[in-house]
């Protein structure tokens, strides 16, 4: 009677092995296309965070497109991100200024190839209008 009872802890055992090393692959993926992917979508946070500040403040600074081309590359370049100073559309309206970048960055996945397009936005209004 006892066989019975040490083949099925025979195979439990079996069992959890795999089980942990299904979850530790799991786990190191996820970890890879962290580290692949979060700086990517924090260097757009940033630069959408610029954006809004550059929209907002355009005004009342009086800045030309030119100067807010300039200071938007510059912080482009600080990030690393794939995108020239032409990516940059700047639109002057009667209430404000719009400002967008439209660029795509190439990531590789050791396995597949991937190509992840970013266009943030932003407008500022002028309030005294």
């Known amino acids: 009677m006892s066989l019975p009872l040490q083949t099925s802890r025979s195979s439990q055992r079996g069992e959890g092995k795999l089980r942990a090393i299904v979850y530790t692959v799991i786990l190191v993926t996820l970890v890879f296309l962290a580290i692949k992917l979060v700086p990517l979508y924090v260097a757009e946070y940033q630069l959408q965070d610029k954006m809004n500040e550059q929209a907002k403040f355009a005004i009342v600074n009086h800045y030309t497109e030119d100067q807010i081309r300039d200071i938007l590359f510059k912080v482009i ?31 590789d996945f050791l396995v597949y190839q991937a190509n992840i397009t970013f266009s943030p936005t932003s407008e500022g209004l002028d309030i005294l209008k």
Request: no cysteine; net charge negative; aromatic share 4%.
């Open 77 to 107: 370049q600080d990030l690393d991100i794939p995108a020239k100073r032409d990516d940059i559309k700047l639109t002057s309206t009667s209430h404000g200024v719009s400002v967008s970048v439209s660029y795509t960055v190439p990531v």
